[in-house]
């Protein structure tokens, strides 16, 4: 079992930075995959990042590369989204989740969902 608890959203001007921290309990955090997803009202939930067990691999979503940095420190059972540059179709409620699952891109491969944090960006 998982928990997941988001902090560090607010309220910026695009071109600013903010970092989202997840952090967890369980003793087998260091196992999953963890990984941010995005929900706009009226929108879907939509895949950000996902950083491997070991932190070695991580993927973003082709709207935030070269933006947005995954991180994640395993003995604080924490993970991290540095986002810079921001821009307001960033706004959205921001979710960090774990998976076991093969398919880390994708909602249903995640089996532990945080509550959200909202990061909007004004114009």
């Known amino acids: 079992q998982v928990q997941l608890v988001e902090s560090g959203g607010g309220l910026v001007q695009a071109g600013d930075s903010l970092r989202l921290t997840c952090a967890a309990s369980g003793r087998t955090f260091s196992s999953y995959t963890m990984g941010w997803f995005r929900q706009a009202p009226g929108k879907e939930r939509e895949f950000v990042a996902f950083?491997?067990?070991?932190?070695?691999?991580?993927y973003y979503a082709d709207s935030v590369k070269g933006r947005f940095t995954i991180s994640r420190d395993n003995a604080k059972n924490a993970v991290y989204l540095q986002m810079n540059s921001l821009k307001p179709e960033d706004t959205a409620n921001y979710y960090c989740a774990a998976s076991n699952g093969w398919s880390p891109t994708m909602v249903h491969s995640y089996d532990y969902w945080g509550q959200g944090a909202q990061v909007t960006v004004s114009s």
């Open positions: 950083i491997r067990w070991g932190g070695g691999g991580t």
